[in-house]
């Protein structure tokens, strides 16, 4: 009986601990969607105002009716749908690479590529900025979308490597007694057998990709060339002693929609692949 109460007590008090953090988690995304439906007034009233005394739709009417937020949505569907398929099949084959071909120095490379890691991405801005312009790319998508085609992401190559290390070898020995070759067996064998991992790495690279702020702005240069980030950044006037808030906060609720919808349809592939990493790894 005290074993069994015990269980209990510790089922409820971790669903407690566990409820009151998704509450903490998703506080931000209750207050951005109250404050999109505010009044001008009770979004930069000095008192804190949960809810909405009317609901208000006028903050995405005038964010929808802004051809400035229509011209940055196709940026940021543009740039992220190029940069991120391009990105997950470089990362791919040189996950392949390195886990199921045999190459002198392989080891070596695999630890200089984890190396990159530690380096800041800050301390990599001004030398990339002088490199691209040197090879006239700024005020282009160039240089937010081609540097991913070399895989870049070492984190997202450590990942798919250790997936696709998990797969027999033996799968590939069969494939080369059939007369099958490296490309086939990549595209044919390994890649549908690494699926969930592949989807997660997709996820994530989405996600970095819709978010980025700092790369938009610092390479296109052109109002017609933003993106989404940059695009709500732009709404907050610091000079104004009354911000916008409701068409601030309304534009970032539908910049964070695609990202809700693409999380809906990738969590169970996400699931799956820590669930296949806990029981393989």
């Not at 390195?98 to 890691?117: A, C, I, N, Q, Y």
């Not at 937010?144 to 190559?157: D, K, S, T």
């Not at 080369?176 to 699926?195: R, T």
Request: glycine share 4%; net charge positive.
């Amino acid at each position: 009986m005290k074993r069994t109460a015990f269980r209990v007590s510790g089922k409820v008090i971790l669903y407690v601990v566990l409820t009151f953090a998704s509450i903490v988690m998703a506080f931000p995304l209750f207050w951005m969607i109250a404050t999109s439906l505010k009044t001008l007034q009770e979004a930069n009233s000095p008192q804190i105002i949960w809810f909405p005394s009317k609901i208000q739709f006028d903050a995405y009417i005038a964010v929808l009716a802004d051809p400035d937020f229509l011209r940055s949505y196709f940026n940021s569907c543009f740039y992220a749908a190029l940069a991120l398929v391009g990105t997950l099949i470089s990362i791919a084959a040189v996950a392949y690479a390195f886990s199921r071909v045999e190459w002198p120095g392989r080891d070596l490379v695999f630890f200089l590529m984890l190396s990159t890691m530690m380096i800041p991405a800050q301390a990599l801005i001004v030398p990339q900025y002088v490199f691209f312009h040197r090879l006239g790319w700024i005020g282009s998508f160039n240089p937010l979308v081609i540097p991913g085609y070399f895989a870049g992401g070492a984190a997202m190559v450590f990942l798919l490597r250790q997936s696709m290390a998990q797969i027999p070898k033996e799968m590939d020995e069969s494939a080369f007694v059939d007369g099958a070759n490296h490309l086939q067996i990549w595209w044919e064998i390994v890649l549908p057998l690494v699926k969930a991992p592949l989807a997660t790495v997709a996820t994530f690279l989405f996600i970095g990709y819709w978010n980025n702020l700092l790369g938009p702005l610092i390479y296109t240069q052109s109002s017609k060339m933003y993106t989404l980030p940059v695009y709500v950044a732009q709404l907050l006037n610091i000079n104004n002693p009354t911000q916008p808030w409701p068409t601030i906060m309304a534009a970032a609720v539908l910049t964070t929609v695609p990202l809700m919808v693409v999380f809906f349809f990738a969590q169970r592939y996400i699931l799956e692949s820590v669930v296949i990493t806990g029981l393989k790894g």
